[in-house]
C-alpha cells in the first residue's frame, strides 16, 4: 500500500521529467528563423526609389536615407551585376549613352542591400529604374504581403522556369512611373545563363519623352 503522501510526491517528480525533457527538446531542435522583414525592406526600397523619375532627385533621397556609395572596385555581388549589366549593354548597343546614378548599400532590419539608379536615353525616350537587391534572400515574399503593402493586385505575375516569379504593377511605385517590379530569383536560377544574380529584386522604372 503507497505511503501517504506518495502520489503527491510521484505527480511532482512526474512533471519534473516531464519538463526536463521538453527543455532537452528545445535544446536539440535547430533555432527558428526570423521570418523576412518584409516591410521594412518595401518601406526602404519606397523611400530609395519614389524619386527616380528625377536622378538628382533620386540620389538625394538615397543618401538621405542613409544609403553608403559602393566603391567602384568593390568585389561583392552588387558590382559584379552592375559590370555584367554594362558589358551586355555595351554589346547589344555600343551608342546607347547611359545615366549613371551610383551604386549604394545599406542593413535594413538585419538584410544587407543593395540599390543601382541608372538608366539610358534611347533616341526620344529616357528611362530611368532604381533597383533594391537583397542578393540572399531565400524565398520570394508572399502575394498577401505585397498587397496588402501596395495596396493594390499586381497588374500581372509572370513565372518563368527554375522557381522564378515576378510582380508587375502599372502604374508604378506612385503615379508617374511607368512601373513596378517585385521579382524573386532563387539561387543558382540563372548560372546557366551567367548571370550573376539571386535573391529579391524591387525595381521602379519612369521614362519620358525628350524634347527634340
Known sequence: MPQPGFEPRLMAASGLLIGLFALAAMQDAPPAENPYPAREVLSAFATACSGIENMAVAKASVLAAGWQPVPADDTGALMALVAFGK????????????????????????????????????????????????????????????????????????????GIIKHVWNPGLKPGHMEMEISFVPQGALAAANIPLSGLVFTATAMEFLKP
Open 87 to 162: 558589358a551586355k549593354l555595351a554589346e547589344s548597343d555600343p551608342d546607347m549613352q547611359l545615366i549613371e546614378g551610383g551604386e549604394y548599400r545599406m542593413t535594413v532590419a538585419g538584410r544587407e542591400l543593395g540599390v543601382v539608379l541608372s538608366g539610358v536615353d534611347l533616341e526620344k525616350i529616357r528611362s530611368q529604374g532604381c533597383r533594391v537587391y537583397d542578393f540572399t534572400a531565400a524565398s520570394a515574399i508572399s502575394p498577401e504581403d505585397l498587397e496588402g503593402w501596395a495596396a493594390r493586385k499586381p497588374n500581372d505575375t509572370q513565372t518563368p522556369e527554375g
